[in-house]
């Protein structure tokens, strides 16, 4: 049985290829033809300045990304009114799971929205979220009848909260599988702020970044690393990419830039 892209899916980095991944961001498909988006900061240098490797996380196998388009100021350079953090990419795979409007209208204050994205750590407050942690292996079930699903009983989580796979499944994975099984995949509800992103960090002027508004969520634990570049979503259409832990750019802005590189996207839920 075939498995179904996800179209949200993991961006990780490497200082060096026989290493460990180093940091992890979040992306999301907008085309049937590759084209997907992200923050712009998940692509960072490494101690010595150099370049990180990157590629996208499809069912355990590393996708090579080839950019598009990169709009990207420093937290100390950022000038309203727009809010530079987006990222255009493509991969050599297309995705038939959409499920994105661009659209950003009849949003009121206070509407119930949802981000999703990946991480090193179980940052859900729970009680806020019906859905259960899943690890990045849960997205690749081919849910067939030879599929061994492990059972609840199964879950390993350890003292951070992270959602270990079972240990039968561990002993099966490569050692690159291994470290990629690190990925934790979760949800997060919040509440829409049209307030505008005033001053979204210390260093940025204190004025209005027009492209963006607010994304107001408890979280018991810091900032979520890893769910930048994530979709913001209400019932199925998205409004904006996340970019901080309380910040979001809106899907207008996303849209403008789309078009003026001449790329299709999602107009209507599939």
Request: with cysteine; hydrophobic share 35%.
């Amino acid at each position: 049985m075939k498995k179904l892209i996800p179209a949200v899916f993991p961006i990780v980095g490497y200082d060096d290829l026989k290493e460990p991944w180093i940091n992890i961001g979040t992306a999301f498909f907008i085309n049937k033809d590759g084209i997907f988006i992200t923050a712009a900061h998940t692509f960072k240098k490494d101690l010595n300045g150099q370049e990180r490797t990157y590629y996208a996380i499809i069912d355990y196998q590393k996708v090579p990304i080839t950019q598009i388009f990169r709009e990207r100021e420093d937290m100390e350079n950022q000038i309203p009114p727009i809010h530079k953090d987006l990222y255009i990419g493509r991969l050599v795979l297309g995705c038939e799971n959409l499920f994105f409007n661009l659209d950003t209208t009849d949003i009121s204050e206070g509407t119930n929205l949802l981000t999703e994205g990946f991480a090193r750590k179980n940052y859900v407050e729970r009680a806020a979220d019906d859905q259960p942690l899943m690890s990045i292996d849960d997205l690749y079930d081919d849910s067939s009848e030879e599929a061994d699903a492990a059972s609840e009983d199964d879950l390993i989580v350890d003292n951070k909260g992270e959602l270990l796979i079972p240990e039968i499944q561990t002993a099966e994975l490569t050692e690159e599988e291994r470290d990629l099984s690190r990925i934790n995949y979760s949800k997060l509800n919040g509440k829409y702020n049209s307030a505008g992103l005033e001053k979204i960090f210390e260093f940025s002027p204190d004025d209005m970044f027009t492209n963006g508004f607010r994304f107001n969520y408890p979280l018991f634990d810091g900032e979520p690393k890893g769910y930048s570049g994530g979709p913001i979503s209400v019932d199925g259409n998205l409004i904006g990419m996340l970019i901080s832990k309380d910040a979001g750019i809106s899907a207008a802005h996303i849209v403008e830039r789309l078009k003026e590189n001449n790329l299709s996207f999602i107009l209507v839920s599939s």
